[in-house]
């Protein structure tokens, strides 16, 4: 039986209770799981996230099954996660699945793309429009199980040092950004760049770097870019969603009594939402220091947006060529997009709109 | 000892369970409560997050915690709710807490206000913002918790016989409007009517009703206005956020083991999201239907919205006078929007606002 391998066998109690009630004892089994996360501790929310999610599942198991969270490269490098639960090394991992998409294309969709659909939307595709379903296909070569486990909000689109006014002062730019809006920014004519946290500010300094994309006011505001690539764009085009996941083997998920999966899942959620709800707190502060400190918010452009956007679907074309999942799964979730706008134009979009007005207008 | 009355005493195999090992027997006892809505079942996404909670639940404890769901009128009467819970009659409820704020107004809080936080600035307030600590404080006269539970997001402005082109066409208008959006339809000239949702129809075909407002496109469907009261407005200025939440008696909350008090957070957390997710991927079907069957979209125009703002800002002054909560609660959750807005404007609305123009353009 699967499951005894579950029992802390080395405590007298427990093996006395599961002498006086064996159900109990499959479904409440003592547990010691690892979970490594694919970010370091500067991303503090999103380590909080990951602790949230440990502490609900230690609570609601009267402390029986004990998740430890260690942050990236403590136990594995960040980029190493899927394949540390893959292998069963580290049974959970809390990860944006994007971050594998130079393996596995499709994972994207997990996460979210460029000109996709927004932290709200993703939420609903996942598990009302046959998302999580088409990613669980993606994900069975990998032997994982994905909940869906927090959020960032739309991002920010970049810091560059000079303004970008039309779609050709993208030509021969060099910018820190990733994955698929790398494959973008090349189409565009730019020069996508894998520059590590520490060395973005150094290499802007240095004219290594023309511009740099990374997250949001909260995390940007650790980078201390806003002297140096003092243009602030928005809104963030290559990530409107950045859906986190928790990734769990598929062995020791299968081996999980269902109250432990249920556990799990809910406690993902209510991580989830915590994450969301604490970036949609900090980052309006972390915007308005920014800004005293010499940060320049810019809009792009309409024709810069277009050609972006354009580059986006071109890029998903070409992968969709030689890669039939990942056409497969672009065409339900721009589907989806294309259904919630027509939606979220008139009920959240339109309500929006005018309050942003009328703050402005005090 | 009180956690004692929550042992099944009547299952022989609970009780020499409890001899074997007390202290699970203390964490893990056999409940049986009940849920009232105080929701009826035609608004049938609202009834599925209360039994995705209850199911949540079930699974998690392993059955031993069931939590039977009954909708508005079956064993109480939707308005009844709190009343219910408070008295402990019935040990839970889903509700929204505005329906409440003819009794105590800053209840109102706890779901949104006109003119109020979107549904994710909404969440981030109720456990980022104080929300959740100032609502507590509301809701301890009461003896009550709220465990937050789902969001229908924006809703819609109303169905209308006829066109409102400006704040004057509201003088004497006969509106099917509740709660605050009320009082504020009052401030206007119009007249507020508490019409019942079988009532609508018939009152909008004889002329008792000029206008009503009911919910979104997903449950509007349902009461057939497109063909009588065609003009159907946005946004829903009465409704950015339709929060719900799970209340629960004090005392049987405070009588639960800690990690039964810990499940039922997160099953609420999960079942809020299926909520937000299920409005979010059938609202858009339902709107394309009511188009096609004869609802006409119509945007409220800026003027409208300026009148309707600042009548209910003079509301909220009115009962911030005599309602020295209130007062305070307005004042936080108000300095909370300013500063969501100031981020979602350059975060979330840019992104969708372009997503919204780029679909339109095809």
Not at 31 to 42: A, C, D, E
Not at 84 to 96: C, F, L
Not at 193 to 201: D, F, Q, R, S
């Amino acid at each position: 039986m699967k499951r005894r391998q579950f029992l802390a066998a080395s405590t007298l109690g427990a093996s006395a209770f599961a002498l006086a009630s064996p159900v109990l004892a499959q479904t409440s089994p003592e547990l010691k799981w690892r979970l490594t996360s694919s970010f370091p501790n500067s991303f503090d929310i999103v380590q909080e996230t990951a602790k949230v999610f440990a502490t609900a599942v230690a609570a609601a198991t009267d402390g029986r099954f004990q998740i430890e969270v260690f942050a990236s490269g403590e136990i594995k490098p960040g980029l190493q996660a899927l394949e540390a639960v893959q292998s069963g090394e580290i049974e959970v991992a809390h990860t944006a699945l994007n971050l594998f998409s130079t393996h596995e294309p499709a994972l994207a969709f997990a996460t979210g793309v460029p000109f996709g659909l927004n932290a709200r939307q993703q939420a609903s595709w996942w598990t009302e429009g046959g998302g999580r379903e088409l990613i669980d296909e993606v994900l069975k070569p990998f032997g994982a199980v994905a909940l869906a486990c927090g959020n960032t909000g739309a991002q920010m689109g970049g810091w560059f040092r000079k303004e970008v006014k039309t779609p050709a002062d993208f030509n021969e730019l060099k910018m820190r950004i990733g994955g698929l809006s790398g494959r973008i920014l090349e189409k565009l004519g730019g020069v996508p760049v894998a520059t590590p946290a520490a060395e973005i500010k150094p290499s802007l300094e240095s004219g290594a770097l023309d511009a740099a994309q990374w997250a949001g006011p909260h995390d940007d505001e650790r980078l201390g870019l806003q002297k140096i690539a003092p243009a602030y764009y928005f809104p963030g085009w290559q990530q409107g969603s950045n859906a986190l996941h928790i990734l769990i083997n598929q062995a020791k998920w299968g081996e999980l009594p269902a109250n432990y999966q249920a556990i799990l899942t809910a406690a993902a959620s209510l991580a989830g939402t915590s994450m969301q709800a604490k970036y949609d707190a900090r980052n309006p502060d972390a915007l308005k220091k920014l800004v005293v400190d010499g940060a320049k918010l810019k809009p792009f452009g309409g024709e810069i947006m277009d050609a972006a956007n354009a580059a986006a679907n071109a890029v998903y074309a070409e992968i969709s060529a030689s890669d039939p999942q990942f056409a497969k799964i672009l065409s339900a979730y721009m589907a989806f997009r294309n259904d919630e706008y027509l939606w979220f134009q008139v009920g959240e979009v339109a309500y929006d709109n005018y309050l942003v007005r009328a703050r402005a207008r005090g």
